[in-house]
T-cell receptor, first 111, second 112 residues
Framework: SQQGEEDPQALSIQEGENATMNCSYK?????LQWYRQNSGRGLVHLIL?????REKHSGRLRVTLDTSKKSSSLLITASRAADTASYFCATDGGGNNRLAFGKGNQVVVIP | SQTIHQWPATLVQPVGSPLSLECTVE??????LYWYRQAAGRGLQLLFY??????ISSEVPQNLSASRPQDRQFILSSKKLLLSDSGFYLC???????????FGEGSRLTVL
């Protein structure tokens, strides 16, 4: 079964606001990754958080991981129109060469 | 630096026709390679992955097949396409130490 599952939201926000999206999963993981996909394009890796980490930052991105609740969140601060995209979480259970992707969260940033 | 190429970018095929999508990676050796399919507005479904030449693992039983004739070449094929094969196909390779995936630009297949 698919492990990473985002809250299936289509988020529409004004430029400059923060965007938060969540991801839940069902089994134990080695790490959790977030990807971004612009319309009609391939996915681009954003950030990876390991199971022993609780929070990680990369530029305007902040990822949290709560392994007790089997959930993660991605926060984009001070959003820009160029952040308009779909965002996917993916879980790595380790040892099986596979990443399981969620259904994605569509974010629209209005200039 | 590593690059991944995928083609064709767009394909319109009739039901029952064959399919061949090709993916090549440059700048890395012995990569793990993956084929994913993305239906409209949906997440990614892993179809096949390969850890080496001639080694293919299938995740979903279907009329698609994959082959890895060379270290950095991964091919997705079908002998007879179905309407349900329509979708966006993505090839990816995996970085060994970091575990992240690097995707190609995708191939959009429409079966009519």
């Amino acid at each position: 079964s698919q492990q990473g599952e985002e809250d299936p939201q289509a988020l529409s926000i004004q430029e400059g606001e923060n965007a938060t999206m969540n991801c839940s999963y069902k089994t134990s993981i080695n790490n959790l990754q977030w990807y971004r996909q612009n319309s009609g394009r391939g996915l681009v890796h954003l950030i990876l958080i390991r199971s022993n980490e609780r929070e990680k930052h990369s530029g305007r991105l902040r990822v949290t991981l709560d392994t007790s609740k089997k959930s993660s969140s991605l926060l984009i601060t001070a959003s820009r129109a160029a952040d308009t995209a779909s965002y996917f979480c993916a879980t790595d259970g380790g040892g099986n060469n596979r990443l399981a992707f969620g259904k994605g969260n569509q974010v629209v940033v209005i200039p | 630096s590593q690059t991944i190429h995928q083609w064709p970018a767009t394909l319109v095929q009739p039901v029952g026709s064959p399919l061949s999508l090709e993916c090549t990676v440059e700048g890395t050796s012995n990569p793990n390679l993956y084929w994913y399919r993305q239906a409209a507005g949906r997440g990614l479904q892993l179809l096949f992955y390969s850890v080496g030449i001639g080694q293919i693992s299938s995740e979903v039983p279907q009329n698609l097949s994959a082959s890895r004739p060379q270290d950095r070449q991964f091919i997705l094929s079908s002998k007879k396409l179905l309407l349900s094969d329509s979708g966006f196909y993505l090839c990816a390779w995996r970085a060994f130490y970091t575990g992240e995936l690097f995707f190609g630009e995708g191939s959009r297949l429409t079966v009519l």
